[in-house]
């Protein structure tokens, strides 16, 4: 059983800054081909935010993060990063950590991953 736990959440002013961690916390090794980070607020729908290829290190970022957001991974420690700067109130929502196993199509779509965490929380506040 794969379990990620998201860690690094919280509340910030604009302009602010966090970077949030995602470690795979069962102990278990599985072969993840992407990982990344989505959001969800309770008036959207689960949107990708970025995104990285595991063995590539390429990354995709929704125009909403791009300039601002970055993704990385740290593969001796099973962790995936996302430095946050920037930071708008419209960034607010819950952030979830996703892997998948399989190549994916489209990264930024929700359904390409099976394993997710349970999300953490970040607020911006104006």
């Known amino acids: 059983q794969v379990h990620l736990a998201e860690s690094g959440g919280g509340s910030v002013q604009t302009g602010g800054s966090l970077r949030l961690s995602c470690a795979e916390a069962?102990?278990?090794?599985?072969?993840?081909?992407?990982m990344a980070w989505f959001r969800q607020t309770s008036e959207k729908k689960r949107e990708g935010v970025a995104v990285i290829g595991t063995s590539s290190g390429t990354t995709w970022y929704a125009d909403s993060a791009e300039g601002r957001f970055t993704i990385s991974q740290d593969n001796a420690k099973n962790t995936l990063y996302l430095q946050m700067n920037s930071l708008k109130p419209e960034d607010t929502a819950m952030y979830y950590c996703?892997?998948?196993?399989?190549?994916?199509?489209?990264?930024?779509?929700?359904?390409?991953?099976?394993?997710w965490g349970q999300g953490i929380q970040v607020t911006v506040s104006s």
């Open positions: 996703a892997a998948s196993t399989s190549y994916v199509i489209q990264p930024l779509v929700a359904y390409e991953y099976q394993y």
């Open positions: 069962s102990g278990n090794t599985y072969s993840r081909n992407f």
